[in-house]
């Protein structure tokens, strides 16, 4: 090679390195643009901000949107949609707990207010919609009490909505409700391992008691086209069942429990008959997406159907059934806090009535008795806790308020007497001079006693194994107006998902509890307030007022929809597009306008 074309040669390379670096260059400085460098934090702030960036994620798929603070919801909302969107509409909601329950005492009838979820949940809707009831009459007087038509005008004192009463045999109830919906449905859906029972004898008193429920959604029913919300595990059939009598009434139907995954769901003996019945419902709802994509998976694995994964719709059977998440919330603000003295008040009321010093700190439960809550791995806990960090014995008593349920049921009967063994068993262990560290109370509690017990504790534990959203850690914070206390929350709750400054927990690590417990313990009365004021403007925004809002809106879309269809004949050949769904802006907009 020449010397020329040895100095070409090299003249390439060199030009070809540096363009090579002058790219390279650009591609940093591109790079810095888009990325700024992360400013100098203290450490793991950087982890921080993406974990909280991931949560907004998740919280805003479960539906809460950044803007629904913007709207106060309440019932004159509730009011106002239904009368600008649904004029004329009657509300009609189906359970089979009664919100107001009679019964026989030896100095007259008692009126008894269950201090229930749904109940809770429920109740100021339909005084908010003068609705009517539907639900199933167990308390010894509620016979006493209705009308020639199975009515009473509640609440008492200021009646304003309809209850209608249904009356069960006993084999019915023990079929229907004991049987199949406790023993099969209840332990399918909830991952405690505990093994459903299924008996054809309890699926045909199920079946019956959803067609007498259908019966008398009918007879109740002004028209035919009302608003039936139909609630939770017990009537999975009965959506259908009103569909095939009143084909132009929007059923929403809400699913309080969890929903398993499909290989879980396919142990039911009867597991298209249970989804054909759900996809009678123009909207489903669930508490979080995870349930409803679960659901969603079920039905494309044991029905023919036709699933729209983008509009969250299935059509099936000629008929296109909304799946949504709406977790469910509470009242807010809560009436019962008039009615309850200051805090101070409250923790002097209770310490006294138990007997407990002035020092000691007072970790609470409040659930039914269910082998779901997790009350047996919560006294783990606390045993793990004394044995770690004995100092702490003297110094915190536990109260756990256990209401009885389904206590003829074997899985009951034995998870009572576990419970009660197990808090004797710490009583001797730790107790001393007249403390005790556990205090079982297995008795029924008004909603006034509980928020009663809220307000007077340093600690709530809510360990549930699995729950669909748990409103006892709402009630808790919507409790707490002096923005102190602190929460500890199973991640397996769906409330972990909105209350994300609570103390998240596995509620199947005893260690890990026990050291969450000590740090409850020990936090400062700033830092619970810090952690209290975002959870209650949480339970304050997207309260219970809202989630029946968002579905009574989404129902609101689906009649006019419905309406235009039968108007120029299209019928329900096509999916909804998901301007069927209301969105959140589009909520904001109707309930500001």
């Not at 109940?119 to 010894?140: D, F, H």
């Not at 259908?214 to 608003?227: G, Y």
């Amino acid at each position: 090679m020449t010397d020329y074309g040895a100095d070409l040669l090299w003249v390439l390379i060199l030009a070809s390195l540096g363009l090579s670096a002058l790219a390279v260059f650009f591609s940093i400085s591109r790079q810095r643009r888009n990325h700024p460098p992360a400013v100098t934090h203290p450490a793991g702030e950087d982890v921080a901000a993406e974990a909280a960036r991931k949560v907004i994620r998740e919280f805003e798929k479960n539906g809460q949107s950044a803007d629904a603070a913007l709207v106060t919801w309440s019932p004159e909302t509730l009011r106002k949609i239904l009368a600008d969107d649904l004029p004329d509409a009657q509300v009609i909601v189906v359970s089979n707990r009664e919100p107001y329950i009679h019964n026989v005492r030896d100095d007259g009838v008692e009126l008894v207010v269950p201090a229930s979820g749904l109940v809770s949940a429920l109740e100021p809707i339909t005084r908010a919609c003068a609705g009517t009831w539907i639900a199933y009459g167990g308390g010894t007087a509620d016979r006493l009490t209705v009308d020639k038509d199975d009515r009473v005008q509640v609440p008492p004192g200021n009646p304003s909505y309809t209850l209608r009463r249904v009356w069960l045999t006993e084999e019915e109830h023990q079929g229907y409700y004991l049987g199949f919906a406790n023993e099969g449905l209840w332990p399918l859906c909830h991952i405690a391992f505990t093994r459903p029972i299924f008996r054809a004898s309890d699926w045909e008193a199920y079946e019956a008691v959803n067609r007498k429920f259908a019966d008398t959604v009918v007879a109740e029913a002004r028209n035919e086209r009302p608003i039936v919300l139909v609630q939770d595990y017990h009537f999975a059939l009965l959506p259908r069942m009103i569909r095939e009598r009143l084909p132009e009434a929007i059923v929403i139907t809400f699913w309080h429990i969890p929903w398993p995954n499909s290989e879980v769901y396919s142990i039911c003996p009867w597991r298209e008959r249970i989804l054909e019945g759900l996809l009678g419902s123009s909207i489903i709802g669930f508490h979080t997406q995870f349930h409803a994509n679960n659901f969603t998976e079920s039905v494309d694995r044991f029905l023919e159907s036709r699933i729209e994964r983008a509009d969250a719709a299935i059509s099936y059977g000629g008929q296109t059934t909304l799946v949504h998440a709406y977790p469910i919330s509470i009242e807010w603000p809560a009436a019962l806090l008039a009615k309850l003295p200051d805090v101070d008040d409250c923790r002097a009321r209770l310490r006294n009535r138990f007997g407990l010093k002035a020092d000691v700190k007072l970790g609470v439960g409040v659930e039914r008795l269910d082998y779901t809550k997790g009350i047996l791995d919560r006294f783990q806990a606390l045993d793990e806790l004394f044995k770690r960090y004995p100092e702490w014995i003297g110094k915190l008593v536990f109260l756990q308020i256990a209401a009885p349920s389904r206590g003829t049921l074997p899985a009951y009967k034995q998870l009572h007497d576990e419970c009660h063994r197990y808090a004797e068993e710490l009583n001797e262990r730790y107790g001393r001079d007249g403390y005790k560290p556990v205090i079982m109370v297995a008795e029924h509690h008004t909603q006034e006693q509980v928020y009663e017990i809220y307000r007077a504790a340093d600690i709530c534990m809510v360990t549930s194994l699995h729950d669909g959203m748990n409103l006892v850690a709402k009630e808790f914070v919507a409790a707490r107006d002096d923005e102190q206390g602190v929460l500890m929350l199973s991640t397996f709750a769906g409330a972990s998902r909105e209350l994300l400054e609570a103390l998240i927990v596995n509620p199947y690590d005893a260690a890990m509890m026990s050291e969450t417990l000590l740090q409850a313990l020990t936090m400062t009365p700033d830092e619970q307030r810090e952690r209290m004021r975002p959870m209650r403007q949480m339970v304050r925004d997207n309260n219970v007022y809202r989630w029946a809002g968002s579905m009574l809106l989404d129902a609101a879309r689906l009649r006019k929809r419905g309406d235009v269809d039968r108007a120029t004949g299209t019928g329900d050949r096509q999916p909804p597009s998901v301007d069927n769904v209301v969105s959140m802006f589009e909520r904001k907009r109707l309930a500001m306008s």
